[in-house]
């Protein structure tokens, strides 16, 4: 986990502007780290809970579903690049 994730988790989402993207940041990059969608969703929580004007649930919700829904989609697009490698005879973790 790098530092601007460490410091969103310790010091919150920041002021109401900035909460928005500062949760979306923590939840992309933590789900790209193939962190389970649960523990991102537990971290998710206590980012909010530790802002001064927390996010809804409602919208936390929203924000979490719209990111996981992007993420899948990259591992599909990663799996066919991996399956077209691999019928041509290359492999992607050896490259």
Not at 45 to 74: C, Y
């Given at each position: 986990?790098?530092?601007?994730?460490?410091?969103?988790?310790?010091?919150?989402?920041?002021?109401?502007?900035?909460?928005?993207?500062?949760?979306?940041?923590l939840i992309r990059k933590?789900?790209?780290r193939n962190i389970d969608?649960?523990?991102?969703?537990?971290?998710?929580?206590?980012?909010?809970?530790?802002?001064?004007?927390?996010?809804?649930?409602?919208?936390?919700?929203?924000?979490?579903?719209?990111?996981?829904?992007?993420?899948?989609?990259?591992?599909?697009?990663?799996?066919?690049?991996?399956?077209?490698?691999?019928?041509?005879?290359?492999?992607?973790?050896?490259?």
């Amino acid at each position: 986990m790098n530092g601007e994730i460490f410091e969103i988790l310790v010091n919150g989402l920041g002021d109401k502007d900035s909460r928005k993207s500062k949760l979306t940041l923590l939840i992309r990059k933590s789900l790209s780290r193939n962190i389970d969608p649960e523990q991102v969703g537990t971290l998710a929580l206590i980012a909010n809970n530790n802002t001064s004007n927390p996010l809804s649930l409602k919208e936390i919700t929203k924000i979490m579903n719209f990111e996981m829904q992007k993420e899948i989609e990259r591992r599909k697009r990663i799996e066919e690049i991996n399956n077209k490698l691999h019928e041509i005879g290359l492999d992607a973790n050896r490259l």
